[in-house]
């Protein structure tokens, strides 16, 4: 059987061989040769180069997480470049990667808690399984050549056709070799050469994708575990947005987001806001809302969705500070509002210590984005010159300059160094001067508000209801009643 399956491949060859040594063409079949295995030993060796440069293949964090949840990514990068030096070889071996990345994980989010690996709940370990499959699935179908076309079947007859016969295999490639050297030795010596470099650059190719793989299999998991400890998935996606439109009712839209306004009393805060909601050709409706707090709903259009927060005035004496930060925690989008004519920064400086603070002492949350509006631009220096617009940029005017200067005085003492800053006038009676500027900062940072919105409202689903809790016990009851009595009974017969 043996000589049957090979006898083509022996005449093949032999005729080849006969015709290259009668030929011209013997020396440049042996120089194709070598350049082909030389070809192959250098792909061998950048493959393994490329493998030993694993910070290269690093994926960043999410831009949606919380500063622990980027801390537990960096651990993963770390064991997931271990993985891909040294790739798991059995289920054993498999089986410790995982638990060492959730461990990893979960120990970064409770701490050294009894049963750290244990605090989920069991929906959100299936949101959490559901998850992480169709990411890897999608990985699997876009970087796997033939993951879409062979079958686990196709594997099966093909790993059980090379157990039988692997000796035979084996025994057939051995005896085509020792043909080749018998009838062409210096043919023989360069195939031998080149098989000898191809086979390095494939065993290298192949290390090289089992690395690939496990770094790949720990990224994926160690993305799911950090999603599941930071409560994501207690909702799926779709239960968040519609509780988040639930939390202000209107017309079915997109997901709402929350534009806080902030600062000292007599800033601008309510003129600003009135000449946001003003600007807008959409309803407008007022949310009742307890404490100081005033919350405006804007209608969607399909292209905004947003609620506008008109915050208490901060004081020198520390009042409406708490209001604030509660206000802050729903936000996603802070607008800090700073008199330009006005030197005392002091309660803004403070303020915003203290707010920064807040947010970095709670690591699990993620802090919404900023931006600084200047207002009362035009009681700058000089006063009685007020003809707008002002080119920032250019500054060819003393108003422009000082407004400029102004800006970057007020940035630097309240630390908006990264963020962007407007200058506005709010005059009464007078159309709003550069309140599209401040439009443009809030498209701009919409994506990764409604980032914000999402991730919070995610994290806050689930949670103890007596009305689910009951809700559930008399759907559970009701299932069982019925499979009892279908047991007993049989189906219960349904009417045409």
């Keep these: 059987m043996v000589l049957l399956i090979a006898a083509p491949m022996i005449a093949l060859m032999v005729m080849g061989l006969g015709w290259l040594l009668h030929s011209a063409w013997v020396y440049p079949a042996l120089i194709a040769m070598s350049l082909a295995g030389f070809g192959a030993a250098l792909l061998g060796r950048s493959i393994r180069a490329m493998n030993c ?54 120990q970064n989010a409770n701490g050294e808690t009894d049963f750290a690996w244990a605090r989920f709940t069991l929906p959100e370990i299936l949101q959490a399984v559901q998850q992480a499959c169709a990411n890897l699935r999608e990985a699997v179908r876009t970087r796997v050549p033939g993951s879409e076309s062979i079958t686990a079947a196709d594997i099966m007859i093909l790993h059980r056709f090379y157990a039988r016969h692997e000796r035979k295999l084996k025994a057939a490639l051995f005896l085509r070799r020792v043909l080749r050297l018998v009838l062409a030795p210096q043919v023989a010596v360069a195939q031998e050469l080149q098989g000898y470099a191809t086979g390095t650059a494939l065993s290298s190719g192949l290390a090289t994708a089992q690395g690939w793989m496990a770094r790949l299999l720990t990224e994926e998991l160690g993305r799911s575990a950090i999603n599941l400890y930071a409560g994501r998935y207690r909702w799926t996606a779709l239960e968040a947005s519609k509780a988040l439109i639930e939390d202000a009712p209107t017309p079915t839209g997109p997901v709402p987001i929350r534009v806080l306004i902030a600062g000292q009393v007599n800033a601008g805060k309510s003129s600003l806001t009135n000449a946001l909601l003003g600007s807008i050709k959409s309803p407008v409706s007022e949310l009742p809302t307890p404490g100081g707090v005033r919350e405006f709903r804007i209608a969607s259009n399909r292209e905004l969705d947003l609620v506008v927060m008109d915050t208490p005035g901060l004081t020198a004496i520390g009042g409406n500070q708490q209001t604030l930060m509660e206000a802050c925690e729903k936000a996603d989008l802070i607008i800090w509002v700073a008199q330009a004519n006005n030197p005392a920064r002091a309660i803004d400086v403070v303020a915003l210590s203290e707010l920064r603070a807040w947010f970095k ?11 600084l509006a200047m207002t ?86 689930g949670g103890f209801s007596l009305q689910k809790t009951f809700d559930q016990c008399y759907r559970g009851g009701r299932f069982m009643v019925s499979k009892l009595w279908a047991d007993h009974f049989g189906e219960p017969s349904k009417s045409p």
């Design 53 to 106: 440069k694993q910070g290269a293949m690093a994926v960043a964090a999410d831009s949606s997480w919380a500063p622990l949840e980027v801390q537990a990514w960096q651990h993963i990068q770390v064991i997931a470049n271990a993985a891909q030096s040294s790739p798991p070889k059995n289920l054993d071996e498999i089986h410790a990667l995982a638990d060492q990345v959730v461990q990893a994980v979960s």
């Design 361 to 371: 002492s709670k690591p699990g949350i993620k802090p919404p984005p900023m931006a």
């Design 376 to 461: 009362h631009i035009d009681k700058i220096s000089p006063v009685r010159e007020w003809s707008p617009p002002y080119d920032m940029t250019a500054a060819t005017s003393p108003k422009a300059r000082n407004i400029r200067q102004a800006l970057q005085q007020v940035a630097q003492t309240l630390a908006f160094d990264d963020a962007p800053g407007i200058p506005l006038a709010l005059q009464a009676g007078q159309a709003a001067y550069n309140l599209d500027a401040l439009w443009a900062v809030i498209a701009t940072t919409l994506n990764q508000a409604q980032l914000t919105a999402l991730d919070r409202e995610l994290k806050r689903g």
